[in-house]
């Protein structure tokens, strides 16, 4: 389990595999959290990389007056190993402080499990009162491809927002999975961001509200990235 405190974390070209984070013990419930946090973590970044055997939640965010100011994934892919519902890849949870977030991008990504089961990109417990009362997040969620990972109501749920693209997505779900799906939620009444949602196409009529048909870009990783394990503790 990595702590980020404060700062920033940046992967490029890196092979992740979380055979181990599978909750069988104290430090092993999640690859990433925020425990211990200082401040709110600057850049949390993967480009390029390889995600694999995620069992559980991908990130957590434990401590909840700090959280994460930008998210940026691009051209990496995340597969899940599971057989359950309810595993999310960025979990927000119960922060309190979704102001500080500031992008969300989520570009080129390959997210991906065997069978069809339901989860959240990006999640965060919506009862929980936000200071300020706002959230000036921009959000890109464009030419990802997303197979047997349909969204539990929402893929990405946010309290406020100011601009959100989401362009260009491929979404495929085994057609005996029995779930209705929802692109993306935002929770506060007078929120009024600019929307540019176009282009995106899905199969067995999941999620719903998303419209067009075309191709996703071709996802090419590199051969040469360097492999990172799990750690035992």
Excluded at 115 to 144: E, H, Y
Excluded at 172 to 195: H, L, Q, R, V, W
Aim: aromatic letters at 12%; a neutral charge.
């Amino acid at each position: 389990m990595w702590k980020l405190k404060s700062g920033k974390l940046i992967f490029k070209n890196i092979q992740l595999d979380l055979t181990k984070i599978d909750a069988s013990g104290g430090n092993n419930k999640y690859m990433f959290c925020n425990a211990d946090a200082t401040a709110d973590f600057e850049d949390f970044v993967f480009e390029d990389c390889e995600i694999t055997n995620i069992q559980k939640n991908f990130y957590y965010n434990n401590v909840a007056t700090y959280t994460i100011k930008n998210i940026y994934a691009k051209n990496s892919r995340f597969q899940l190993n599971t057989t359950v519902d309810g595993i999310l890849i960025f979990n927000i949870y119960k922060t309190t402080h979704l102001d500080a977030m500031q992008m969300f991008t989520f570009e080129n990504n390959i997210v991906y499990n065997k069978t069809s089961v339901a989860g959240q990109i990006l999640s965060w417990d919506n009862k929980i009162v936000q200071t300020p009362d706002q959230q000036q997040i921009k959000v890109s969620f464009c030419n990802n491809s997303i197979v047997n990972y349909v969204g539990k109501n929402y893929h990405l749920k946010f309290y406020d927002a100011t601009k959100m693209t989401i362009s260009k997505n491929i979404f495929y779900a085994d057609p005996n999975m029995n779930s209705d799906a929802t692109m993306c939620g935002i929770y506060k009444t007078e929120s009024t961001p600019e929307f540019d949602v176009k282009d995106n196409n899905r199969h067995m009529d999941l999620p719903k509200q998303i419209n067009g048909i075309v191709l996703a870009q071709q996802l090419s990783l590199p051969t040469n990235r360097r492999t990172i394990t799990s750690p035992d503790k």
